[in-house]
């Protein structure tokens, strides 16, 4: 049990360094090939806060654990949205300042709850048909084609203001990152076999938790610096990817094995709780569009304490 502990906390360690090299990496590459800061906040950063989850359920599908991979997909985006959202939101009630959002940002609200119905539908039909794998994936080509279309405003950007290494350092984060999604699926899955707590438990905490760290402490220190807005803008796109592009990658192994101990009744009252506090969620950003108003520290609370009366129904 010392090896799994090891091996989960120097995971984090290392996903919380890398995670955070990799998205000022994937920033810098991006605007040198004169991205908008809008498409690179809701496909570069986005899919940069999702790798932990997209390499830790790669390496959990390989072990045909597909009830881990599911847990690790609705576990995240109930932090997400409970722990990251939450605590940026408690920050800014203690400091009582306002908060508000651009009008802009509506449109991806009815992109995340319709992507959140698309996850909920695929999980109650079948998450390891390959089938279901190329629907998610489509899906998630006609969003960043969305993203694109509407954002063809791109900024010249001069190209040695950044350097020419930026592409070399994020292929090195990616690698580190690589590395600590193994080390955490490797402590992840001798847990699950000394204690047998079940994979749905350990995929939704442990590999939960462990990849959605970077960004609970990324949105504090957003939070701090008073850049609230974009930890919205890049919860919604994260979670757009882990529903979109995290769940797609169990079905594209083909496994048969993949689905065995797999119960959708087991996952139903946690799907309901990642739904309710994704309406919760936008309609406050919604309300925030509208008119800024002080951040509510009960509000905070509440976002904060969904997650852990989830994992009762985890348990």
């Known amino acids: 049990m010392a090896l799994a502990f090891i091996s989960i906390f120097s995971g984090i360690a290392l996903i919380w360094i890398s995670a955070e090299k990799l998205e000022k990496y994937s920033v810098s590459t991006a605007k040198q090939y004169g991205m908008s800061p809008f498409l690179i906040g809701s496909t570069v950063i986005a899919f940069g806060t999702s790798a932990p989850e997209m390499l830790t359920t790669f390496f959990v599908s390989l072990e045909d654990q597909g009830a881990m991979v599911i847990g690790n997909v609705i576990g995240s985006n109930v932090a997400n949205l409970s722990l990251v959202f939450g605590s940026m939101l408690f920050v800014i009630s203690i400091k009582k300042q306002n908060i508000s959002q651009p009008k802009s940002i509506n449109s991806n609200l009815i992109i995340l709850l319709t992507s959140s119905v698309l996850v909920w539908f695929v999980i109650a039909i079948n998450p390891f048909s390959i089938i279901t794998s190329i629907i998610l994936l489509i899906a998630l080509i006609s969003v960043i084609y969305f993203w694109y279309s509407n954002n063809q405003d791109l900024h010249e950007i001069e190209e040695h203001t950044y350097s020419k290494c930026?592409?070399?350092?994020?292929?090195?984060?990616?690698?580190?990152?690589?590395?600590?999604?193994?080390?955490?699926?490797?402590?992840?899955?001798?847990?699950?076999?000394?204690?047998?707590?079940?994979?749905?438990?350990?995929?939704?905490?442990?590999?939960?938790?462990?990849?959605?760290?970077?960004?609970?402490?990324?949105?504090?220190?957003?939070?701090?610096?008073?850049?609230?807005?974009?930890?919205?803008?890049?919860?919604?796109?994260?979670?757009?990817?882990?529903?979109?592009?995290?769940?797609?990658?169990?079905?594209?192994?083909?496994?048969?094995?993949?689905?065995?101990?797999?119960e959708y009744s087991e996952w139903s009252s946690l799907l309901m709780i990642l739904f309710i506090i994704t309406i919760i969620f936008c309609a406050y950003i919604f309300i925030l569009s509208?008119?800024?108003?002080?951040?509510?520290?009960v509000l905070s609370l509440l976002f904060l304490s969904i997650y852990f009366i989830s994992l009762i129904y985890a348990y």
């Open 166 to 262: 930026s592409f070399n350092k994020l292929i090195l984060s990616l690698i580190a990152l690589v590395f600590a999604a193994w080390l955490i699926t490797t402590g992840a899955n001798i847990i699950l076999e000394n204690l047998n707590l079940g994979q749905l438990f350990i995929g939704y905490t442990v590999l939960a938790i462990g990849t959605s760290l970077p960004e609970i402490a990324a949105s504090v220190s957003l939070a701090l610096k008073g850049r609230y807005e974009a930890v919205a803008g890049t919860l919604i796109g994260s979670n757009i990817f882990n529903g979109l592009c995290v769940l797609a990658i169990p079905g594209l192994f083909r496994s048969d094995q993949m689905s065995l101990g797999w």
């Open 290 to 297: 509208k008119k800024g108003r002080k951040a509510s520290i």
